[in-house]
């Protein structure tokens, strides 16, 4: 074999190892472009928690749809119960994410959630808070016994705060002292705002409700032992996903570190 013949066959050989190579996969040009691609046109319906709108809102749902252009992300937020009841009864929704184990479990038990997707994501405090120029004399939960006006808190019968309440003040043998004084609102947002604009002395929220809030001060976390579980808060898929790709891809995008990132920023905890 003459020398130029040779070269040729060189060529060739390495011409086809890269056709092949290519392929294969061993070139990976524009992989997320196409990721992103495929799910062009495509709906997240997520039905979350009150306590979760400001960082949604303001963060993670344009960062997602910064990274998916294609992809729009509709929110409804509402107490973690009325979600329940709104998911039972139809509402569209891909993604649910509850500010307790309750409503997320009782879904699950009705077949309605993808188990398979159903994830401890995030720890939150229950809080004592008063207007932030309040000057009463109130320094512990002991001290709602005290209290003359109303003390807001979420209604236990829908809303995880509420509950979350009604079991600390329960525990602390002091929920016969307060009933009376109580002032429900319908989910924790509201029970911020009724405390925020004064029509409340006090109220018991979430520590992340409470430092979105420059109308508010917080006074104490829930004593140690006051509450029978961690606030946890669940994320998962629906069954009747629609578009359970995305649904995917969102859920991915939330255990990415720079979506943790701002959870911790507005004051969440990772759950581990």
């Not at 992809?71 to 994410?97: H, R, W």
């Not at 525990?171 to 016969?176: D, F, H, P, V």
């Not at 029970?191 to 409700?209: H, K, P, R």
């Amino acid at each position: 074999m003459n020398k130029k013949i040779l070269v040729m066959v060189m060529i060739a050989i390495v011409a086809v190892v890269s056709i092949g190579s290519c392929s294969a996969g061993w070139f990976d040009f524009g992989s997320n472009d196409a990721n992103n691609t495929t799910l062009e046109g495509q709906e997240i319906n997520l039905a979350a928690a009150a306590s979760l709108k400001n960082v949604y809102d303001e963060k993670l749902i344009p960062m997602f749809q910064e990274k998916y252009p294609g992809v729009i992300v509709t929110p409804t937020y509402a107490s973690s119960g009325d979600l329940q009841t709104q998911i039972e009864n139809g509402l569209k929704a891909d993604v649910f994410m509850s500010a307790a184990n309750k409503q997320m479990n009782a879904l699950v038990e009705e077949d309605l959630i993808d188990n398979s997707t159903n994830l401890q994501f995030l720890e939150n405090k229950v809080v004592l808070i008063v207007p932030a120029d309040s000057n009463s004399n109130i320094s512990s939960f002991d001290d709602l016994k005290n209290v003359s006006g109303n003390i807001a808190i979420g209604d236990p019968e829908s809303v995880p705060a509420g509950q979350y309440a009604k079991e600390a003040l329960t525990n602390l043998g002091i929920w016969s002292d307060v009933e009376s004084k109580l002032s429900l609102g319908t989910d924790v947002t509201a029970v911020l705002n009724q405390v925020a604009q004064g029509s409340a002395d006090c109220g018991i929220v979430y520590s992340t409700d409470a430092k979105s809030s420059e109308d508010v001060k917080v006074i104490c976390e829930a004593p140690e032992g006051s509450l029978n579980t961690s606030v946890i808060y669940p994320v998962a898929i629906l069954k009747n996903s629609t578009d359970s790709d995305a649904a995917q891809e969102f859920m991915n995008f939330l255990q990415t570190k720079e979506a943790k990132d701002v959870f911790v920023e507005y004051g969440f905890t990772i759950h581990e």
